[in-house]
C-alpha cells in the first residue's frame, strides 16, 4: 500500500477513535457514575467497592483492514467485563 494511503487510513482512525473515546464520555459514563463506578481512563472505567473491584474495558479489535472485511466500521467495539 502506498505510503499517502496508509496515511490517510491512519489520520482516519485516529479520529475514529476521538469520536469513540468522546461518545463513551458522554454516553456511557454518566450512566456508570450513577452505579457506583468513579475512576475512568478514555476506554477503562473501574468500581472499586469493599471486598471487589469492577472494571470495565471498551476495545476495537477492527483495524481499517478488518472493519472493510467484515463490513463494518472502526467504530463498532467490544466490551470486557472484569471483576477482581
Not at 505510503?3 to 479520529?15: D, I
Not at 476506554?43 to 472485511?69: G, K, M, Q
Request: aromatic residues 14%; proline residues 5%; glycine residues 4%.
Amino acid at each position: 500500500m502506498p505510503s499517502t494511503a496508509l496515511k490517510s487510513h491512519t489520520e482516519a482512525l485516529s479520529k475514529d477513535n476521538k469520536v469513540v473515546n468522546a461518545g463513551i464520555r458522554r454516553a456511557i459514563r454518566p450512566f456508570l457514575s450513577e452505579h457506583g463506578f468513579g475512576t475512568f481512563a478514555p476506554r477503562y472505567c473501574w468500581r472499586h467497592r469493599e471486598e471487589t473491584i469492577d472494571a470495565i474495558h471498551f476495545w476495537s479489535p477492527y483495524n481499517w483492514v478488518r472493519a472493510d472485511l467484515k463490513g463494518i466500521t472502526t467504530f463498532s467495539c467490544q466490551v470486557d467485563l472484569c471483576m477482581y
